[in-house]
């Protein structure tokens, strides 16, 4: 799979007599990689636009929610199907990706690029667990999933939801969180 040096190797390719077949996981595997190196340099140009600018790029922290304001209370929603756009946060992983899910961190690369491969070859991957505070949701596990979905241009995601009601904040009904989907 990687090397040494962090380089994905196609050499599994399976071999029938003499000729090579054509592997479709391999060459989602290599587009995946590529595609990582892709947003890790778009990460790193938006990092330093930010630093000239003088803006943040920097994801929103669960951990500021818990120390800043008064929980009243949470319950859990199930899953239901969320606006990737509307999820600008994380529980603790602000320093691996930006606010635009993009990888920071090269540590990165192989689960990203795995999570990439696998919808790239249309395997079923589990909803993503997030917490709602007010409109905003902040990312329990499946960072890698979110930043995937947002390569991809999805406009939703499934996710288990657990929602925080927060003093000061408009209670959250059930209701402002499922996407209607209508089948004919």
Request: net charge positive; glycine share 6%.
């Amino acid at each position: 799979m990687f090397d040494a040096w962090g380089t994905y190797q196609a050499t599994t390719v399976c071999v029938s007599g003499a000729a090579h077949q054509y592997d479709p996981n391999i060459a989602a595997m290599a587009r995946a990689v590529s595609g990582f190196r892709a947003l890790a340099l778009r990460a790193r140009l938006r990092r330093l636009w930010a630093i000239l600018t003088r803006r943040s790029v920097r994801l929103l922290d669960l951990e500021d929610v818990r120390r800043s304001k008064t929980i009243e209370g949470s319950f859990d929603l199930g899953c239901a199907t969320i606006p990737v756009g509307s999820i600008r946060g994380s529980e603790c992983r602000v320093r691996d990706f930006d606010d635009e899910f993009l990888p920071l961190a090269e540590r990165a690369r192989q689960r990203w690029a795995s999570v990439y491969a696998a919808r790239l070859c249309g395997v079923p991957l589990p909803a993503v667990s997030v917490v709602q505070v007010g409109e905003i949701y902040y990312v329990r596990d499946g960072h890698h999933r979110v930043s995937v979905a947002r390569m991809l241009g999805e406009e939703y995601i499934e996710a288990h939801v657990q929602v925080w009601q927060v003093k000061g904040e408009p209670a959250v009904a059930p209701a402002m969180h499922m996407k209607l989907v209508i089948s004919v």
